[in-house]
Nanobody
């Protein structure tokens, strides 16, 4: 059974940085994808970034390109999201997601989800 646990959220002023972590147990990094999603109040959950496990190739949604970096440490079974130059519009609950077969920034492509960690950016 795959289990994902996010941490690292918090409150920060605009322009600041945070690093989110997602500990993964019971998951293989040899195939599929892992991703970060976020959901702001009253909005749909949106894909932020993904990493293809076999190649390490990454994809970002346009609004975070150049500011966020997704990475993983397979030895530590941990996925990261480094968030720099944060903006108030980045405020959301951030979720880690994983799937063994599918990849993309559509939440329907992921089987496994963490419980989320809150990020709040003040202006």
């Amino acid at each position: 059974q795959v289990h994902l646990v996010e941490s690292g959220g918090g409150s920060v002023q605009a322009g600041g940085s945070l690093r989110l972590s997602c500990g993964a147990s019971g998951y293989t990094y040899r195939r599929g994808c892992m991703a970060w999603f976020r959901q702001a109040p009253g909005k749909e959950r949106e894909g932020v970034a993904l990493i293809i496990n076999a190649s390490g190739y990454t994809i970002y949604t346009d609004s975070v390109k150049g500011r966020f970096t997704i990475s993983r440490d397979s030895a530590k079974s941990t996925l990261y999201l480094q968030m720099n130059s944060l903006k108030p519009e980045d405020t959301a609950m951030y979720y880690c997601a994983a799937d063994l077969w599918r990849c993309g920034l559509d939440q329907g492509q992921y089987t496994y989800w963490g419980q989320g960690t809150q990020v709040t950016v003040s202006s």
